[in-house]
């Protein structure tokens, strides 16, 4: 079956340091899903709505902080789901 939709994804993949700083002080320095501390280096800017879904890189409106380990089993999972999933695995 031929699919007739095509997703347009804005060019900016990803977030400034500036803005991952931003909003790693907004989360108290912590990963927003596991809660562990990160230093801003090997924070991560995710989508919280997939970015290879078409969502667009907005810091304010579509960014969350992550760890590495976080971010990757995200994958392309909308992230109140993702958290909602990881949360009841505890």
């Given at each position: 079956?031929?699919?007739?939709?095509?997703?347009v994804?804005?060019?900016?993949?990803?977030?400034?340091?500036?803005?991952?700083?931003?909003?790693?002080?907004?989360?108290?320095?912590?990963?927003?899903?596991?809660?562990?501390?990160?230093?801003?280096?090997?924070?991560?800017?995710?989508?919280?709505?997939?970015?290879?879904?078409?969502?667009?890189?907005?810091?304010?409106?579509?960014?969350?902080v992550?760890?590495?380990?976080?971010?990757?089993?995200?994958?392309?999972?909308?992230?109140?789901?993702?958290?909602?999933?990881?949360?009841n695995?505890?």
């Amino acid at each position: 079956m031929e699919n007739k939709y095509v997703i347009v994804r804005d060019k900016k993949r990803t977030f400034t340091i500036q803005e991952k700083g931003s909003q790693l002080i907004k989360q108290d320095g912590r990963c927003d899903c596991c809660n562990e501390y990160l230093m801003l280096k090997e924070a991560i800017g995710g989508h919280k709505l997939a970015w290879a879904k078409g969502n667009e890189t907005d810091p304010i409106l579509n960014q969350v902080v992550l760890c590495f380990e976080c971010n990757s089993n995200q994958s392309d999972m909308d992230y109140d789901k993702f958290k909602e999933l990881k949360n009841n695995d505890r």
